[in-house]
């Protein structure tokens, strides 16, 4: 992947409102996609990933998200938030070198 | 799942000083272990790339005699920052990966503060 962009470096909802995080990357070729969380002040925790097969995926904590190869995307999408999901959201790509492409980051900011 | 360990969670150390941060992968075999540097609000920047007995390959811009990686078996690699500067304070994350697997399993990182 030449790089992953995640447009909305902030996005504020409220709390058991839908959210969706945008995701996009460009590659000439067959990538895996990931999405990784991050709460504050701790490594990176594995939501959800794409390798192969259904383009719709199921994450942990109520997260999924759908790889659309024509777009080009993956965006990451909970049909409604809590509280603990505040942290910091990030798409990675990978090709076949096994290293992650990472975008900037979203902040997810549930509002009470 | 897998996990990844880091040790330690937390240290300060003074100017001049060296400090070796560990990684191990406590239940599977590591084919490959990446060192990424987090600065505050922003993403992971990949610092380099280790496999079981060879050298670490290190990004651009990354000084390999400052920043020194080694992994020595197939669950544990280091890093040692030599001489550690002000500058070098951040937060430090390991992952590991196994064979044949693209995903990337991550420690909890390492939060240096160089005084």
């Known amino acids: 992947a030449q790089s992953v962009t995640q447009l909305d470096s902030q996005v504020p909802v409220f709390e058991e409102a839908p959210v969706e995080l945008r995701c996009n990357y460009s590659s000439s070729v067959s990538v895996y996609l990931f999405w990784y969380v991050q709460y504050p002040n701790q490594g990176l925790q594995l939501l959800l990933k794409?390798?192969?097969?259904s383009t719709l995926v199921k994450g942990i904590n109520g997260f999924e998200a759908e790889f659309n190869k024509s777009q080009t995307s993956f965006h990451l999408r909970k049909p409604s938030v809590h509280i603990s999901d505040t942290a910091e959201y990030f798409c990675a790509v990978s090709e076949s070198n096994y290293q992650l492409i990472w975008g900037a980051g979203t902040k997810l900011i549930i509002k009470p | 799942g897998a996990v990844v360990s880091q040790h330690p969670s937390r240290v300060i150390c003074k100017s001049g000083t060296s400090v070796k941060i560990e990684c191990r992968s406590l239940d599977f075999q590591a084919t490959t272990m990446f060192w990424y540097r987090q600065f505050p609000k922003k993403s992971l920047m990949l610092m380099a790339t280790?496999?079981?007995?060879?050298?670490?390959?290190?990004e651009q811009g990354v000084e390999k005699d400052k920043f020194l990686i080694n992994h020595a078996s197939l669950t544990l690699s280091t890093l040692t920052v030599t001489s550690a500067h002000p500058e070098d304070s951040s937060f430090y994350i390991c992952?590991?990966?196994?064979?044949?697997?693209?995903?990337?399993?991550f420690g909890p990182g390492t939060r240096l503060t160089v005084t």
């Open positions: 794409y390798l192969s097969g």
């Open positions: 280790s496999n079981e007995g060879s050298k670490a390959t290190y």
């Open positions: 992952s590991a990966r196994a064979p044949a697997s693209y995903e990337q399993y």
